[in-house]
Protein backbone atom coordinates (compact mmCIF):
# COMPACT_ATOMS: atom_id res chain seq x y z
CA UNK A 1 0.00 0.00 0.00
CA UNK A 2 1.30 3.81 -0.92
CA UNK A 3 2.23 6.01 1.51
CA UNK A 4 1.17 9.03 -0.16
CA UNK A 5 2.52 11.65 2.34
CA UNK A 6 6.19 9.84 1.36
CA UNK A 7 7.28 11.99 -1.19
CA UNK A 8 6.57 15.19 0.97
CA UNK A 9 8.51 13.84 3.45
CA UNK A 10 11.71 13.19 1.07
CA UNK A 11 11.58 16.22 -0.70
CA UNK A 12 10.85 18.54 2.50
CA UNK A 13 14.37 16.80 3.91
CA UNK A 14 16.32 16.87 0.94
CA UNK A 15 15.24 20.78 0.76
CA UNK A 16 16.67 20.88 4.37
CA UNK A 17 19.54 19.21 3.99
CA UNK A 18 20.60 21.24 0.31
CA UNK A 19 20.00 24.39 2.39
CA UNK A 20 21.97 23.41 5.30
CA UNK A 21 24.87 22.60 3.40
CA UNK A 22 25.21 25.67 1.56
CA UNK A 23 24.63 27.51 4.95
CA UNK A 24 27.60 25.54 6.10
CA UNK A 25 29.94 25.50 2.65
CA UNK A 26 29.45 29.50 2.62
CA UNK A 27 30.25 30.02 6.84
CA UNK A 28 33.41 27.93 5.97
CA UNK A 29 34.49 29.76 2.96
CA UNK A 30 34.10 33.16 4.47
CA UNK A 31 36.02 31.88 7.99
CA UNK A 32 38.53 30.51 5.56
CA UNK A 33 39.15 34.18 3.99
CA UNK A 34 39.39 35.58 7.40
CA UNK A 35 41.40 33.46 9.18
CA UNK A 36 44.78 35.52 10.46
CA UNK A 37 48.21 35.31 9.36
CA UNK A 38 49.94 33.07 12.04
CA UNK A 39 52.70 34.68 13.22
CA UNK A 40 56.23 33.38 15.54
CA UNK A 41 55.25 33.61 19.19
CA UNK A 42 58.65 35.02 21.39
CA UNK A 43 58.30 33.36 25.12
CA UNK A 44 60.81 36.35 26.05
CA UNK A 45 59.08 38.83 24.28
CA UNK A 46 55.27 37.82 24.77
CA UNK A 47 55.33 39.54 21.50
CA UNK A 48 54.16 37.81 17.87
CA UNK A 49 55.42 38.45 14.61
CA UNK A 50 54.24 37.28 11.51
CA UNK A 51 56.22 35.73 8.37
CA UNK A 52 58.07 37.69 6.66
CA UNK A 53 60.08 39.40 9.46
CA UNK A 54 63.89 39.03 10.93
CA UNK A 55 64.17 40.05 14.41
CA UNK A 56 67.33 41.26 15.85
CA UNK A 57 68.48 39.32 19.14
CA UNK A 58 70.73 42.65 19.90
CA UNK A 59 67.82 44.99 19.38
CA UNK A 60 65.05 42.79 19.92
CA UNK A 61 63.29 44.22 16.96
CA UNK A 62 62.77 43.83 13.59
CA UNK A 63 65.57 44.70 10.68
CA UNK A 64 65.13 45.01 6.87
CA UNK A 65 66.73 42.06 5.00
CA UNK A 66 69.44 44.92 3.81
CA UNK A 67 70.14 45.55 7.28
CA UNK A 68 70.67 42.51 8.00
CA UNK A 69 73.02 42.07 5.32
CA UNK A 70 74.59 44.92 6.15
CA UNK A 71 75.59 43.13 9.73
CA UNK A 72 76.13 39.76 7.75
CA UNK A 73 78.80 41.34 5.57
CA UNK A 74 80.85 42.55 8.81
CA UNK A 75 82.00 39.20 9.78
CA UNK A 76 83.69 36.31 8.88
CA UNK A 77 81.25 33.28 9.31
CA UNK A 78 77.82 33.23 8.58
CA UNK A 79 75.44 30.25 10.03
CA UNK A 80 71.87 29.47 7.89
CA UNK A 81 69.81 26.87 9.93
CA UNK A 82 67.05 25.27 8.06
CA UNK A 83 64.19 22.46 8.45
CA UNK A 84 65.46 20.35 5.85
CA UNK A 85 62.02 19.45 3.93
CA UNK A 86 61.01 23.20 4.34
CA UNK A 87 61.74 24.42 0.65
CA UNK A 88 61.28 28.45 2.00
CA UNK A 89 64.04 27.76 4.08
CA UNK A 90 66.30 26.28 0.95
CA UNK A 91 64.96 29.66 -1.12
CA UNK A 92 66.38 31.99 1.81
CA UNK A 93 69.48 30.63 1.83
CA UNK A 94 70.19 30.99 -1.91
CA UNK A 95 69.06 34.29 -1.31
CA UNK A 96 71.48 35.52 1.71
CA UNK A 97 74.19 33.53 -0.31
CA UNK A 98 73.54 35.28 -3.55
CA UNK A 99 73.60 38.67 -1.50
CA UNK A 100 76.91 37.75 -0.13
CA UNK A 101 78.37 36.92 -3.14
CA UNK A 102 77.95 39.72 -4.63
CA UNK A 103 79.89 41.77 -1.73
CA UNK A 104 82.37 38.58 -0.89
CA UNK A 105 83.00 37.13 -4.48
CA UNK A 106 85.49 34.92 -2.86
CA UNK A 107 82.79 33.28 -0.03
CA UNK A 108 82.59 29.62 0.41
CA UNK A 109 80.14 27.55 1.30
CA UNK A 110 79.95 24.53 3.89
CA UNK A 111 77.69 22.12 4.05
CA UNK A 112 76.02 19.55 6.76
CA UNK A 113 74.66 17.37 4.02
CA UNK A 114 77.59 16.25 2.72
CA UNK A 115 80.66 14.42 4.20
CA UNK A 116 84.28 15.91 3.92
CA UNK A 117 85.15 12.22 2.28
CA UNK A 118 83.58 13.67 -0.51
CA UNK A 119 85.36 16.65 -1.05
CA UNK A 120 87.30 15.91 -4.44
CA UNK A 121 83.30 14.99 -6.52
CA UNK A 122 82.41 18.83 -4.73
CA UNK A 123 84.94 20.45 -6.22
CA UNK A 124 84.31 18.86 -9.88
CA UNK A 125 81.05 20.67 -9.14
CA UNK A 126 82.44 23.20 -8.24
CA UNK A 127 84.65 23.51 -11.61
CA UNK A 128 81.95 22.59 -14.10
CA UNK A 129 82.96 19.61 -14.67
CA UNK A 130 80.44 17.10 -13.57
CA UNK A 131 76.18 17.27 -14.66
CA UNK A 132 73.91 17.05 -11.93
CA UNK A 133 73.11 12.70 -12.73
CA UNK A 134 76.79 12.48 -12.29
CA UNK A 135 76.68 14.07 -9.53
CA UNK A 136 74.19 12.82 -7.40
CA UNK A 137 75.63 9.04 -8.40
CA UNK A 138 79.23 10.13 -7.35
CA UNK A 139 78.07 11.53 -4.10
CA UNK A 140 75.72 8.92 -3.67
CA UNK A 141 72.94 11.64 -2.44
CA UNK A 142 70.41 9.34 -1.94
CA UNK A 143 72.21 6.44 0.16
CA UNK A 144 73.19 9.41 2.42
CA UNK A 145 71.50 12.36 2.80
CA UNK A 146 68.24 11.48 1.33
CA UNK A 147 66.04 14.53 1.49
CA UNK A 148 65.21 15.47 -2.59
CA UNK A 149 67.82 17.17 -4.04
CA UNK A 150 65.29 19.14 -5.48
CA UNK A 151 65.29 20.79 -2.27
CA UNK A 152 69.26 22.18 -2.45
CA UNK A 153 69.17 22.30 -6.45
CA UNK A 154 69.57 26.29 -6.73
CA UNK A 155 71.78 26.19 -4.20
CA UNK A 156 73.92 23.87 -5.94
CA UNK A 157 73.22 25.85 -9.20
CA UNK A 158 74.27 28.56 -7.97
CA UNK A 159 77.54 27.30 -6.53
CA UNK A 160 78.68 25.61 -9.79
CA UNK A 161 77.54 28.73 -11.96
CA UNK A 162 79.71 30.75 -9.67
CA UNK A 163 82.49 28.20 -9.17
CA UNK A 164 82.51 28.85 -5.32
CA UNK A 165 84.44 26.81 -3.17
CA UNK A 166 81.96 24.07 -1.23
CA UNK A 167 82.72 21.93 1.91
CA UNK A 168 81.80 18.70 3.05
CA UNK A 169 81.69 19.21 6.84
CA UNK A 170 80.19 15.83 8.34
CA UNK A 171 82.07 13.23 8.87
CA UNK A 172 80.85 9.80 6.90
CA UNK A 173 77.00 9.32 7.88
CA UNK A 174 77.70 5.19 8.58
CA UNK A 175 79.60 6.56 11.63
CA UNK A 176 77.23 8.29 14.09
CA UNK A 177 74.37 5.30 14.23
CA UNK A 178 77.06 2.89 15.15
CA UNK A 179 78.31 5.35 18.23
CA UNK A 180 74.80 5.98 19.35
CA UNK A 181 74.40 2.19 20.22
CA UNK A 182 77.80 1.58 21.01
CA UNK A 183 79.63 4.35 22.03
CA UNK A 184 82.98 5.69 20.41
CA UNK A 185 85.38 2.60 22.22
CA UNK A 186 83.64 -0.61 19.65
CA UNK A 187 84.04 1.58 16.51
CA UNK A 188 86.82 0.10 14.13
CA UNK A 189 90.31 1.95 14.30
CA UNK A 190 89.20 2.94 10.34
CA UNK A 191 86.52 4.98 12.03
CA UNK A 192 88.20 6.16 14.88
CA UNK A 193 90.32 8.05 12.52
CA UNK A 194 87.14 10.57 11.35
CA UNK A 195 86.65 11.14 14.73
CA UNK A 196 87.49 14.96 15.50
CA UNK A 197 90.23 15.78 17.44
CA UNK A 198 87.91 16.97 20.51
CA UNK A 199 84.92 16.23 21.63
CA UNK A 200 82.99 18.54 24.27
CA UNK A 201 80.48 17.27 26.25
CA UNK A 202 80.78 18.92 29.29
CA UNK A 203 78.34 22.04 28.23
CA UNK A 204 75.18 21.09 30.52
CA UNK A 205 72.44 23.46 28.61
CA UNK A 206 73.36 21.67 25.36
CA UNK A 207 72.62 18.46 27.55
CA UNK A 208 69.56 19.84 28.56
CA UNK A 209 68.87 20.77 25.07
CA UNK A 210 69.18 17.54 23.39
CA UNK A 211 68.11 15.40 26.19
CA UNK A 212 64.08 15.32 25.25
CA UNK A 213 64.61 14.65 21.93
CA UNK A 214 66.48 11.41 23.29
CA UNK A 215 63.26 10.74 25.51
CA UNK A 216 61.05 10.92 22.17
CA UNK A 217 63.90 8.59 19.88
CA UNK A 218 63.98 6.20 23.13
CA UNK A 219 59.74 5.67 23.45
CA UNK A 220 59.94 4.19 20.02
CA UNK A 221 62.73 1.82 20.74
CA UNK A 222 64.87 1.63 23.64
CA UNK A 223 67.20 -1.36 21.99
CA UNK A 224 67.78 1.53 19.35
CA UNK A 225 68.61 4.21 21.42
CA UNK A 226 69.90 2.49 24.74
CA UNK A 227 71.80 5.22 26.24
CA UNK A 228 71.53 8.99 26.72
CA UNK A 229 75.27 9.41 26.85
CA UNK A 230 75.54 7.24 23.13
CA UNK A 231 73.26 10.10 22.08
CA UNK A 232 74.65 13.16 23.25
CA UNK A 233 78.29 12.10 22.15
CA UNK A 234 76.65 11.59 18.81
CA UNK A 235 75.65 15.25 18.57
CA UNK A 236 78.60 16.46 19.53
CA UNK A 237 80.72 13.98 17.16
CA UNK A 238 78.58 16.30 14.64
CA UNK A 239 79.37 19.16 15.25
CA UNK A 240 82.86 19.54 16.93
CA UNK A 241 83.70 17.18 13.29
CA UNK A 242 82.01 20.02 11.48
CA UNK A 243 83.78 22.47 13.34
CA UNK A 244 86.87 21.64 12.83
CA UNK A 245 86.73 21.43 9.09
CA UNK A 246 85.33 24.89 9.11
CA UNK A 247 88.45 26.18 11.49
CA UNK A 248 91.10 24.01 9.11
CA UNK A 249 89.86 25.24 6.00
CA UNK A 250 88.37 29.26 7.06
CA UNK A 251 91.43 30.83 7.19
CA UNK A 252 91.30 34.61 6.56
CA UNK A 253 88.21 33.94 4.19
CA UNK A 254 84.48 33.92 4.82
CA UNK A 255 82.47 31.23 4.95
CA UNK A 256 78.40 30.62 4.86
CA UNK A 257 77.36 27.14 6.51
CA UNK A 258 73.88 25.78 6.14
CA UNK A 259 73.10 23.16 8.73
CA UNK A 260 69.99 22.25 10.23
CA UNK A 261 68.56 24.60 12.64
CA UNK A 262 69.86 22.04 15.74
CA UNK A 263 73.27 22.19 14.99
CA UNK A 264 73.13 26.11 15.11
CA UNK A 265 70.15 26.94 17.41
CA UNK A 266 72.09 28.89 21.06
CA UNK A 267 75.50 28.45 18.88
CA UNK A 268 76.15 25.62 21.73
CA UNK A 269 76.29 23.02 18.70
CA UNK A 270 78.64 24.49 15.90
CA UNK A 271 79.09 28.03 16.25
CA UNK A 272 80.84 28.40 19.57
CA UNK A 273 83.10 25.04 18.46
CA UNK A 274 83.89 26.12 15.84
CA UNK A 275 84.67 29.90 17.80
CA UNK A 276 87.13 28.22 20.36
CA UNK A 277 88.90 26.92 17.49
CA UNK A 278 89.20 29.95 15.27
CA UNK A 279 87.85 33.38 17.32
CA UNK A 280 86.48 34.08 14.35
CA UNK A 281 83.29 36.58 14.26
CA UNK A 282 80.15 35.24 12.94
CA UNK A 283 76.66 35.15 13.15
CA UNK A 284 73.50 32.82 13.38
CA UNK A 285 70.38 32.85 11.20
CA UNK A 286 67.30 31.10 12.18
CA UNK A 287 64.40 30.11 10.34
CA UNK A 288 61.49 29.54 11.96
CA UNK A 289 58.09 28.14 10.77
CA UNK A 290 54.73 30.98 12.13
CA UNK A 291 52.59 29.23 14.38
CA UNK A 292 55.51 28.01 16.23
CA UNK A 293 57.48 29.29 19.36
CA UNK A 294 60.83 31.13 19.94
CA UNK A 295 63.15 32.43 22.16
CA UNK A 296 65.73 35.64 21.35
CA UNK A 297 68.65 33.71 22.52
CA UNK A 298 67.73 30.87 19.07
CA UNK A 299 70.15 33.32 17.32
CA UNK A 300 71.09 36.71 16.30
CA UNK A 301 68.40 36.54 13.74
CA UNK A 302 65.09 34.70 13.59
CA UNK A 303 64.00 35.30 10.31
CA UNK A 304 59.84 33.91 10.64
CA UNK A 305 59.04 31.80 7.43
CA UNK A 306 55.22 31.25 6.05
CA UNK A 307 53.77 28.05 8.21
CA UNK A 308 53.24 25.40 6.15
CA UNK A 309 49.52 25.64 6.04
CA UNK A 310 50.01 28.74 4.61
CA UNK A 311 52.65 27.96 1.75
CA UNK A 312 52.08 27.99 -1.69
Known sequence: MT??????????????????????????????????????????????FPEGTIISAATQQPVSFDELMNDLSGVQVIYIGEKHTDPTHHEIQVKIIKELHKARPHVSIGLEMVDHTYQPILDRWSEGELDQQN??????????????????????SFIKENKIKVLGLNIPLHIPPKIRVGGIENLSDDEKEYLPQKIDTSNQLHRAYIEPQFKQHQFMSKERFPSFDYFYLVQCVWEEA?????????????????????????????????????KAAFRTVYLASAGSKAELSYADYIWVTPSKSHRH
Not at 16 to 24: A, E, G, S, T, Y
Not at 142 to 153: G, H, K, M, S
Open 3 to 48: NVGQPDIIDFNSTVIRKLFCCIFFCTLIIGCTVAPQKLFFHDLSKS
Open 135 to 156: FLEKIHWYANWRFDYELYQNIF
Open 242 to 278: MAETIADHLGSNVMIVLAGNGHIIHKFGIPDRTYTRT
